[in-house]
């Protein structure tokens, strides 16, 4: 048999890859008017921020011909044959239209001139057309409408969203719910037009129909999307009244050997708009093609997303006899439950700013509720919800709580990862992925703490079997307590402890081998394998000949130089056989490592304080420096940051580290496990009002408790938090463990033998020669690393990326 | 440097690298042989791989600088840049096996790494 599938996005690539999996032995032609084959629609946002268009690219599976970057112009029905733009005739036996939809722009004057955001080229035409701009509109508040205007904000535009309808995302939330996303979104700096349409663009400038005229650059359309049925149209197809290719529950449509699937097909009278249905379309498409009896019996149009931060999660029916809801405007939270009206049967709900019921509430639409819905909601996931095996856990393929538990019972997964392999649940967009770790703990699999393949024991054990038993090299370590010879997770986790322990030089003999490559040229590799350097600048504060002689540094070696957000500066560029030239220079001027390259303290930033601003209560300047002086060097399962304001005002961000000090009238509120990054979090109150002496001994103490007991990259904001507040401050305030003696002793040892570890290395011919590019041609650079100019400055022109 | 010729027809040229004494166990280094970027590892057993010194997925000549030990039994380098394995004996991305590394014959002759790119 010769199937044909017209369009390859998501959803054709589902279909082939499932007739693939399940043995059809006939021929499959996928023709594609994109240029490349499907690719991750949903993660297409991504792109922008540095994901490439290979790493979105689902691969062909084997066997499968490809026609891509031509488009079927028409289809012969009688003759069965499809014929594309570029005049290639294709006979088929089976045809299936997966073509998808396309963006609907509203037929406003000056529209021509707008983009749309649905496919990679699409991004780069925004991109590009960003670069001279400085402000953008959105047309369309929708789901779409707020990922293209984070998009925006993200290129650097000052971003509008312009919404007819009287409230955000009009189809996925109430009133309430719209009020709520209102506000977080405005406090990310994006306006908000809504209950109001487009008149007419013009070159620079968008007006709306009140009046408004908003100056902006670039014009994004996310007005919805429209079925592409325009080959079904011209086949004389049966096509809805409002578009979408007509198909029974097998997916077929009104010719017996034309299917359509996807955004472009009309079940059940209804056109789908997200993956999860789409998908299911696919797999019953190829089911049938196989001579099965699949039926798509509709699907739910739940969806959780992460937009703009925000946490947005609608399932089920959005009304219903009864409704409950939660709202806390003060933090951003609403929740509303729809149930029938002896308030036992749950119709659906919304979620925005908090979307943990979602994963426990969704599976059970249309069944008993386990408990009040008032309490479903305030309680949070703190109310256990036992699901039924046939329950729904991941939407987007379909697999039900059943489908997991056999995968843990039957096929022996025993992580999260395995489930995924075995079930496909939580590939998609990620959001059952908590659901399935709870599954996992409910079905009694204990999560291995094993840090690889290498060792079984976590981070903490290791520390502890290396302290007690003195071991301080890898290769007794992992020959006592391992098996093999390691890897790029262990090993680093390894040479910190040891540092940890030993303070001596991390590039020492066996330890050189295992050291990440950042710490084995003291320095931060770049993407083109240059190097980045930063000079320890403590407390922020420089003189001007020190500022000099970066200056004069930079330019000698043609460094790229920018000011970093540690209140240092950051050289790079450098190629390894420069970095002794460079530090050499550095060290005369009596620079040191600022660690940058490590796990380690990285920066204690201040702000000026009580020399010179008029609101100081305490030197900050100087306890900044102090602190940074203490810790520098101190090796740590993370990297440690922090940094002290002179009061209350907090200019220096004390309370987004990992420890943070904040002068008071009369001493220092020392604050712990804050972070910015991946996941911000504000430090929480320690201790107040210590002096000084008090100050640096709870400093001591947190620190040396964190290296021994955290996880390998647990920051401190994970690790207070997964220990409690309370009980760290038995530990370190009042000794409940007994151990204070030695964790004072631990930093003692550290503050006595640091030593700077780039004038050490320049001190020792024997570490000296592996900087260079070629061990067999020392005196030359490595040709590949080629600059342009940007701004004045160096740019690594990029490498072509292309595998074997 | 690379001024050693091909001597006869089916009779591979032998490029010298370094001392193999100057090797670090597990440690890779960088060598230009024949205008060809090539990374050699010493493994803790003592055995020696050549492979090619260019990391496939980010494109920058860096294989050298990754951390190498074993997966299972097979010896491994990590790339230093987004840490996918690869085999230091095929050459093959153990997480990616459609992209591969070239791997280049090495041998220790008078105590001197040699490797041959033909
Ligand atoms: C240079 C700098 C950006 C800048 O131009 O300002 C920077 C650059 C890098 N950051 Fe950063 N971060 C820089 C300040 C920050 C800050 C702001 C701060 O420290 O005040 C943060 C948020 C605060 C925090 O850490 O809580 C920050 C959060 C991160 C994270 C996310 C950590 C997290 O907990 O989620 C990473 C990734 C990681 O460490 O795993 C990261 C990793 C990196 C790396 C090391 C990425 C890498 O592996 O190549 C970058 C290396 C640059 C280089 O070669 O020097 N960088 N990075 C800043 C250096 C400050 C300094 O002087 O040391
Ligand atoms: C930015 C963005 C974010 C999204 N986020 C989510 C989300 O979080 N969750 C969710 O569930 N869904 C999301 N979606 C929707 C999801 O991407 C679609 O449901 C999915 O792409 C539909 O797949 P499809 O293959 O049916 O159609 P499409 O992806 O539109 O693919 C159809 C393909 O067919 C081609 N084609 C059309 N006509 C022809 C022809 N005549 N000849 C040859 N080729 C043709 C098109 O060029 C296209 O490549 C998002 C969509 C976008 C754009
Ligand atoms: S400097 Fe920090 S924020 Fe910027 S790209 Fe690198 S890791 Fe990301
Ligand atoms: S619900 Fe989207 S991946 Fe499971």
Redesign the pocket.
């Not at chain 1, 320095?523 to 770049?526: C, D, E, L, M, R």
């Not at chain 1, 804050?674 to 996941?679: D, Q, R, S, V």
């Given at each position: 048999m010769n199937v044909v599938v017209v369009g390859y996005g998501p959803t054709a690539h589902r279909l082939v890859e499932t007739l693939a999996a399940k043995g059809f032995t006939g021929s499959i032609t996928v023709i594609g008017e994109e240029p490349r084959p499907a690719y991750d629609r949903v993660a297409l946002t991504s792109y922008l921020s540095g994901t490439g268009a290979e790493a979105l690219t689902y691969p062909v599976p084997g066997g499968i011909a490809t026609r891509l970057a031509d488009r079927v112009t028409a289809v012969d029905r009688e003759g069965r044959t499809v014929t594309t733009r570029s005049g290639h005739v294709q006979p088929y036996d089976v045809l299936v239209l997966a073509t998808g939809s396309a963006p609907f722009v509203p037929p406003v004057p000056g529209a021509e001139g707008a983009f749309v955001y649905r496919t990679i080229e699409d991004l780069d035409a925004i991109r590009d057309a960003s670069r001279e701009a400085e402000a953008g509109v959105v047309v369309g508040g929708g789901l779409l409408g707020l990922e293209a205007a984070d998009a925006l904000r993200g290129l650097g535009l000052a971003t509008h969203v312009v919404e007819m309808a009287g409230r955000l995302m009009p189809r996925q939330v109430d009133e309430g719910g719209g009020a709520v996303l209102r506000k977080h979104v405005e406090g990310l700096g994006i306006t908000v037009h809504t209950g109001v349409g487009l008149d007419r663009l013009e070159d620079g400038r968008v007006l709306l129909a009140d009046g408004t005229a908003i100056e902006a650059g670039v014009v994004v359309f996310s007005a919805g999307v429209r079925p592409r049925d325009e080959l079904a149209r011209q086949a004389g197809l049966e096509v809805g009244a409002r578009g979408g290719v007509a198909v029974d529950e097998g997916m077929r449509t009104s010719d017996p050997s034309i299917y359509a699937v996807g955004e472009c097909a009309l079940a059940g009278g209804v056109v789908y708009g997200l993956v999860a249905p789409c998908n299911a379309m696919a797999e019953v498409a190829a089911d049938r093609i196989l001579g099965g009896r699949a039926v798509f019996a509709g699907a739910d149009q739940s969806a959780k997303l992460k937009l703009l931060g925000v946490d947005v999660a609608s399932f089920g029916e959005l009304s219903g006899a009864l409704d409950v809801t939660y709202m806390d405007p003060v933090s951003g939270v609403y929740k509303k439950l729809f149930v029938s009206d002896d308030a036992r049967t749950l119709l659906g709900g919304i979620c925005v700013g908090d979307a943990t019921p979602y994963a426990t509430l969704r599976p059970l639409v249309g069944r008993e509720l386990p408990a009040a819905p008032g309490d479903l909601l305030f309680a949070g996931t703190s109310v256990t919800v036992e699901l039924p095996d046939d329950a729904p856990v991941c939407t987007c393929n379909n697999v039900t709580r059943g489908q997991v538990r056999a995968a843990v019972a039957e096929h022996g997964c025993t992580d999260v990862a395995a489930v995924k392999k075995c079930t496909r649940a939580g590939t998609t967009c990620g959001s059952c992925v908590p659901a399935l770790a709870s599954i996992l703990a409910s079905e009694g699999v204990v999560q291995s703490k094993a840090l690889c393949e290498h060792f079984d024991h976590s981070r903490p054990e290791l520390f502890d079997i290396a302290r007690v038993r003195g071991i301080s090299t890898f290769s007794r370590l992992i020959a006592e307590h391992g098996r093999g010879r390691g890897c790029d997770i262990c090993k680093p986790v390894v040479a910190s402890i040891l540092a940890s322990l030993n303070n001596g030089h991390v590039l020492e003999g066996e330890r050189a081998a295992l050291q990440d490559t950042?710490d084995h040229f003291l320095?931060?590799?770049?993407k083109n394998g240059t190097?980045?350097?930063?000079p320890r600048?403590p407390g922020g504060e420089i003189t001007p000949e020190k500022l000099i002689v970066i200056g004069e540094v930079a330019r000698d070696f043609g460094l790229y130089t920018?000011?970093?957000?540690?209140?240092?500066?950051?050289l790079?560029g450098a190629r390894v056989e420069q970095l002794p030239d460079i530090w050499k220079r550095l060290v005369e001027a009596g620079f040191e490592s600022?660690h940058?390259?490590g796990?380690a303290l990285?920066?204690v930033?201040s702000c000026v304080g009580s020399a010179w601003c008029r609101y100081g209560v305490q030197d900050s300047v100087g306890m900044a420096i102090a602190l940074e002086m203490r810790y520098r060097g101190l090796r740590s399962p993370?990297?440690l940051?922090s940094?002290v304001s002179g009061c209350a005002r907090e200019c220096a961000?004390a309370r987004?580290?990992?420890f943070g000090i904040i002068a008071t009238e009369t001493g220092w509120n020392l604050y712990v496990g804050?972070?910015?990054?991946?996941?911000?979090r504000h430090a929480d109150l320690l201790a107040n009002d210590l002096s000084d002496e008090e100050l640096v001994r709870a400093i001591d103490r947190f620190l040396m408790f964190y290296i021994r007991t955290a996880d390998r990259?647990q920051?401190t904001?994970a690790w207070v938090e997964s220990i409690g507040l309370d009980y760290l401050r038995e530990v370190i305030l009042r000794d409940s463990l007994g151990i204070c003696a030695d964790l004072d002793a631990a930093m003692a040892r550290h503050v006595a033998t640091y030593f700077d570890e780039w004038r050490a290395t320049l001190d020792d011919p024997e570490k000296l020669r592996r900087f260079v590019s070629f061990v067999n041609a020392p005196g030359i650079p490595d040709p590949s690393i080629v600059f342009e100019t940007e701004r004045g400055q160096i740019k690594p022109v990029l490498v072509e990326v292309g595998r074997s | 440097m690379t001024a050693v010729q091909g001597i006869a027809a089916g009779t591979r040229t032998w490029i010298p690298i370094c001392p193999y004494t100057d090797l670090i166990p597990e440690r890779g280094a960088a060598a230009l042989v024949r205008g060809r970027q090539v990374a050699v590892f010493r493994t803790h057993d003592d055995r020696l791989f050549a492979v090619g010194n260019r990391d496939p997925f980010s494109g920058a000549h860096v294989m050298s600088r990754g951390i190498a030990g074993t997966r299972g039994e097979e010896p491994v380098v990590a790339a230093p840049m987004h840490k996918q394995t690869f085999s230091l004996i095929t050459g093959v991305c153990l997480d990616d096996p459609t992209t591969a590394l070239p791997t280049y014959p090495t041998r220790v002759t008078n105590g001197t790494v040699e490797v041959s790119v033909e």
């Open positions: 950042n320095a931060n590799i770049q190097y980045s350097v930063v600048i920018k000011i970093t957000g540690g209140q240092r500066i950051d790079f600022g940058a390259y796990k990285r920066t930033k993370h990297k940051k940094a961000e987004s580290k990992d804050g972070n910015g990054g991946f996941t911000p990259l920051r904001s | -």
